[in-house]
């Protein structure tokens, strides 16, 4: 069945953290259905090889269509890196947006010639964001820095003791020293640390640019250049579908996604 306007919005992630994106479409979008899917079952993606993610990623894409989603996000920064094209391979005439791009462009638009990025490893050692920064301007400097504690930090709702205060002071301590004036926040779990960042960068201007945000943005203006803008004007149904722990899953959502889910499924994408 081809998808239409009434069609849900696929969204993907290793696991929870892509709920930065399901809340930020909610917010931009709120009345259209969204399926999710998280892979708890094989998270964290970004220590992983890109072959073994880009299986992953085909699995989960192969899901969201036969639910027959109108456009598929990457939230996963990780799969955006190693896999986007698996994922277009596969999704067809289907449109796919990742958060690479998206936050991309919003950090080009800010102006600035010095940018920092901050991702997993599996992120970072693939230079997707450097690349796609650097086709888009060349004389753009870019210093990026792993910051593979910072996942764990979040998921436990470490986001401003002391503890993560002194990791971020720590891993930030290249971009305060380098003239950095736009950072990309390269990973789904970072935007969760947004108002601790501000904090420790408080005498330094700092554009923070969340791609949470960002593919939100490049999904409204998607549906709407395609005509598949839902006409509904309820709100929009969140189905969310996960491989492992739905239960640990939904008591972990309200934290990346403002608000309680009500009913988690489990699936085996494999
Ligand atoms: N979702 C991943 C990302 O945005 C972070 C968690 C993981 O390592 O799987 O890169």
Redesign the pocket.
């Given at each position: 069945m081809a998808s239409n306007p009434t069609s849900p919005i696929g969204i993907f992630?290793?696991?929870i953290?892509?709920l930065t994106v399901a809340k930020a479409v909610m917010d931009k979008l709120p009345n259209e259905d969204i399926i999710y899917f998280g892979d708890t079952a094989r998270?964290?993606?970004?220590?992983k090889s890109g072959q073994v993610i880009q299986r992953y990623a085909s699995q989960i894409t192969r899901f969201l269509l036969q639910h027959n989603v109108k456009i598929i996000l990457i939230?996963?920064?990780?799969?955006s890196a190693v896999a986007r094209e698996t994922v277009e391979n596969i999704a067809g005439k289907t449109p796919v947006l990742d958060?690479i791009e998206a936050g991309t462009k919003t950090a080009i638009d800010t102006g600035s010639n010095s940018i920092g990025v901050i991702?997993?490893l599996?992120?970072i050692g693939s230079n997707a964001y450097e690349n796609a920064l650097k086709k888009k301007n060349p004389d753009i400097d870019v210093i990026s820095k792993a910051c593979p504690l910072l996942?764990p930090l979040a998921e436990e709702g470490w986001i401003d003791n002391e503890v993560a205060m002194k990791a971020l002071d720590i891993y930030l301590s290249p971009f305060r020293n380098n003239g950095v004036r736009t950072l990309i926040l390269?990973?789904?779990?970072y935007p969760l640390f947004k108002s601790s960042i501000r904090t420790l960068f408080k005498s330094h201007p700092l554009e923070i640019i969340d791609s949470a945000d960002a593919i939100a943005s490049s999904a409204k203006t998607a549906l709407k250049t395609l005509n598949l803008v839902n006409p509904s004007t309820s709100d929009g149904r969140f189905q969310c579908y996960v491989s492992d722990r739905p239960q640990r899953f939904q008591e972990l959502a309200e934290r990346f996604l403002g608000r309680k889910i009500d009913h988690v499924e489990i699936v085996d994408p494999d």
């Open positions: 992630d290793s696991g953290g892509g998270v964290p993606y970004g220590i939230a996963c920064n990780t799969v958060v991702g997993t599996a992120t996942v390269g990973c789904t779990h």
